[in-house]
């Protein structure tokens, strides 16, 4: 009888079948790896990508912080200026109003009384002088009251006194001054 060895076929095919196993085995790893590293290379390019953008909003913020500031900053100087125009107006309107009021007085002054003595202190105004009889008084008194720089006339005193010879009134009256200063249209508020 004749022998043959098969084991060492068999035991060569179950070695190429483990190596064919193995090699399948290593190459599913590898491409699993592969898949798992390029998963890992788009993540890490999408964080970097977003932490760039993230990094330019935050300077854009930063920008527009500062912007704010100088905004912030312009809106007071705004303020500041609109006050110091308001006091400009003030005095430019309270510069020429003297005159008016010194014009409107001598509108009033009938023909035959002098006025001897003006004195202003806060809003209040006093007035003495001389004139020829009471009636011209009255009328100096009833001009006054009509003009618009000059409310609440009141005659305090009249005294007939002795003037170089001439008998004359001597009267003093108290009354209140209104400067009356119109407001410059281009600086009232506007509506926000």
Known sequence: MIRINLLAVREIKAEFGRR???MVAGVSLGL?????LVVFLFQFYRASVLEEELAGLRKEIETF??????VAQLEKRIGELKEKLKAIDLLSGKKTVPVQVMESLSS????RLWLTEFKESGGSVAITGLAIDNQTVADFLKALSSSSHFSNVDLVEAVQVEQEGISVKKFTLKALLSYGLPSRPDTKKEPK
Do not use: G, M, S, Y
């Open 20 to 22: 064919q196993d193995l």
């Open 32 to 36: 699993v790896l592969a898949l798992v």
């Open 108 to 111: 009033t002054v009938p023909p």
């Open 65 to 70: 912080n500062v912007r704010t500031k100088e």
